[in-house]
């Protein structure tokens, strides 16, 4: 590997434990009742090297789902390179997450899982800094989208619209578990509910089916 290479990934080890430490600290804590500087102690760095990683404080505990930013943008790439629309790939891969139990679809029981979405959703100031990976994520999968599409008028309003059936879909089954609903109920709701909402997503962009 190159020496290059060996440095971006002591970067994205240090962004992992550092985020780590910050998360631990948040759930024992509460995200309010911890300081940056006291994430900076407990990780052995400085502040001002923490804020170089991690431009506020929110963005520690964001980190947990940062890769996912593209993620709806990454899914339609690899669908038009194997001859498949947008929304059929983008509806598979939810499915897919549903039967995998990917946090990030709201259908997981795990204990830390609960903590860390919890934490989340609780946190007025991470529910706020939620909405600009909401809006990075809309105007990668707007790009995503520019050859299918007429304008990137249409790029954007379709982004956004994808976007946010995905983020419901995801709240309502997280709702739902956090409520004590059995797992495997959840899942089998949130299939047939994906199934809907994709389908009206088709009937709504056929450019895109």
Do not use: C
Request: proline share 5%.
């Amino acid at each position: 590997m190159s020496e290059t290479g060996l440095r971006e990934r002591k970067r994205q080890r240090m962004y992992q434990a550092v985020s780590d430490i910050a998360v631990r600290l948040f759930l024992e804590r509460g995200f309010d009742a911890v300081s940056v500087a006291e994430v900076a102690a407990a990780a052995e760095i400085s502040k001002p090297t923490l804020f170089r990683y991690f431009p506020a404080k929110e963005d520690l505990v964001l980190h947990r789902i940062a890769d996912h930013e593209q993620e709806a943008a990454r899914v339609v790439a690899a669908g038009r390179a194997e001859g498949v629309a947008p929304l059929p790939a983008l509806r598979a891969h939810f499915l897919a997450g549903l039967a995998a139990g990917d946090p990030v679809t709201g259908v997981n029981d795990h204990p830390a899982v609960r903590a860390f979405y919890d934490l989340l959703y609780g946190t007025p100031s991470l529910v706020a800094r939620l909405h600009g990976y909401l809006e990075r994520s809309e105007a990668a999968l707007a790009d995503a989208l520019r050859d299918d599409l007429p304008g990137a008028l249409e790029a954007r309003l379709a982004a956004g619209q994808i976007v946010a059936v995905r983020r419901i879909l995801a709240e309502e089954n997280w709702r739902r578990v956090a409520a004590g609903e059995p797992l495997e109920e959840v899942r089998r709701d949130a299939g047939a509910a994906a199934e809907r909402a994709f389908a009206t997503l088709e009937a709504g962009l056929p450019g895109l089916g």
